[in-house]
T-cell receptor
Framework: AQSVTQLDSHVSVSEGTPVLLRCNYS??????LFWYVQHPNKGLQLLLK??????LVKGINGFEAEFKKSETSFHLTKPSAHMSDAAEYFC????????????FGGGTRVLVKP | NAGVTQTPKFQVLKTGQSMTLQCAQD?????MSWYRQDPGMGLRLIHY???????DQGEVPNGYNVSRSTTEDFPLRLLSAAPSQTSVYFC???????????FGSGTRLTVV
């Protein structure tokens, strides 16, 4: 069975500084990986996805993530945080061989300080 | 194009009451699903459907029923609500295997 671990439940950054959200996964098969963002009292919005093409994936709002198979990681980064980036972020894995079931990490809540 | 519409946005139920959470989409997506979100646990799949007339269980199906009579609608029924079902419920749809999911804005349910 696949699993997803987001290594930090909370991350605090200052506006204008880099953001790093860490995600490790475990799977016996080649995964598709996603990052979603959830702003307060809103639904989830897709930031970016990896589906076995380029390992460096660029998403919306300046975010990007790199798939590293050897490290089973899919960390999310942004060079310069903005106040609007304050939200909860979810790393998600999907395995075709497992019926395309989505498995969510526990989430990382990002606080951006002015 | 409204995307995925969930109603109601908020609901309080008494233990033992029944209710239906509605999910409607206008994108002609074949795949629809229900998740519940609990603090620190991410989202967990309750039920899903790959097309009209076809439903299947996810990882936490107990206490919930679904049906899919049309492509557009995928209601989630709680037959006898329990406090353990207090959660935020999300409906999510998908157009194809290599695409991301589109989520509704959620229904916040409290069972007292």
């Amino acid at each position: 069975a696949q699993s997803v671990t987001q290594l930090d439940s909370h991350v605090s950054v200052s506006e204008g500084t880099p953001v790093l959200l860490r995600c490790n996964y475990s799977s016996s098969y080649s995964p598709s990986l996603f990052w979603y963002v959830q702003h307060p009292n809103k639904g989830l919005q897709l930031l970016l996805k990896y589906t076995s093409a380029a390992t460096l994936v660029k998403g919306i709002n300046g975010f990007e993530a790199e798939f590293k198979k050897s490290e089973t990681s899919f960390h999310l980064t942004k060079p310069s945080a903005h106040m609007s980036d304050a939200a909860e972020y979810f790393c998600v894995v999907r395995i075709k061989a497992a019926g395309n079931k989505l498995t969510f990490g526990g989430g990382t809540r990002v606080l951006v300080k002015p | 194009n409204a995307g995925v519409t969930q109603t109601p946005k908020f609901q309080v139920l008494k233990t033992g009451q029944s209710m239906t959470l509605q999910c409607a989409q206008d994108m002609n997506h074949e795949y629809m699903s229900w998740y519940r979100q609990d603090p620190g646990m991410g989202l967990r799949l309750i039920h899903y459907s790959v097309g009209a007339g076809i439903t299947d269980q996810g990882e936490v199906p107990n206490g919930y029923n679904v049906s899919r009579s049309t492509t557009e609608d995928f209601p989630l029924r709680l037959l006898s609500a329990a406090p353990s079902q207090t959660s935020v419920y999300f409906c999510a749809t998908r157009i194809g295997m290599d695409y991301g999911y589109t989520f509704g804005s959620g229904t916040r349910l409290t069972v007292v």
